[in-house]
């Protein structure tokens, strides 16, 4: 595994250039090398915060704009990076797994706080309806969109035959 020092990113395959930034200067982690954790919005980023405070586990939480963060997984305004030293990097692996959820490519991303399996169940159906709701108005104005262009087409077609049929 090597570290890009540029954008603080851990690389699974020995490459000479970074996937994330295209750094060259990879090296192998040191302790103390602050490594990339998450990526994610302000308010994840402040429950990850949270449950790596509890565990006692250094981090350093840097929203996107301030000494030049990006968001590389995301293109938000309310993106924040959250970094742990190399030598923390699997203890906060850990705690971030027992208590948040990991999607793909390795980035951990904080989900919201749950009381009991009760309220999930309550929310999946809302979420499914409101994304049924989404893409029927998504759908709806597209159609619209499409009726406009045409019926502006045919105005623009009659007008030109008018004109030229009036001369």
């Known amino acids: 595994m090597l570290y890009c020092p540029q954008c603080h990113r851990l690389q699974d395959q020995e490459t000479a250039v970074c996937s994330v930034c295209q750094g060259i200067e990879l090296r192998k982690p040191a302790g103390e090398d602050m490594v990339v954790l998450s990526e994610c919005s302000e308010t994840e980023a ?5 449950v790596l405070s509890d565990a006692k586990i250094e981090f350093y939480k840097q929203k996107e704009g301030d000494s030049g963060a990006s968001c590389f997984s995301a293109e938000r305004s309310d993106c924040c990076t959250v970094m742990v030293p190399y030598g923390s990097w699997n203890a906060a692996q850990d ?3 027992a208590s948040c959820s990991l999607p793909g490519e390795g980035q951990v991303t904080a ?12 929310q999946l159906p809302e979420s ?8 029927i108005v998504l759908f709806v104005l597209f159609v619209l969109l499409i009726w406009g262009v045409v019926a502006l087409s045919d ?6 035959k008018g004109f030229f049929a009036g001369n």
């Open 111 to 122: 989900m919201d706080s749950v009381s009991s399996e009760e309220h999930k169940e309550k």
């Open 155 to 160: 105005t623009g077609i009659a007008f030109v």
């Open 46 to 50: 402040n429950v990850l915060c949270t």
């Open 95 to 97: 705690v971030i797994t």
């Open 128 to 135: 499914r309806t409101k994304r049924l709701l989404t893409r």
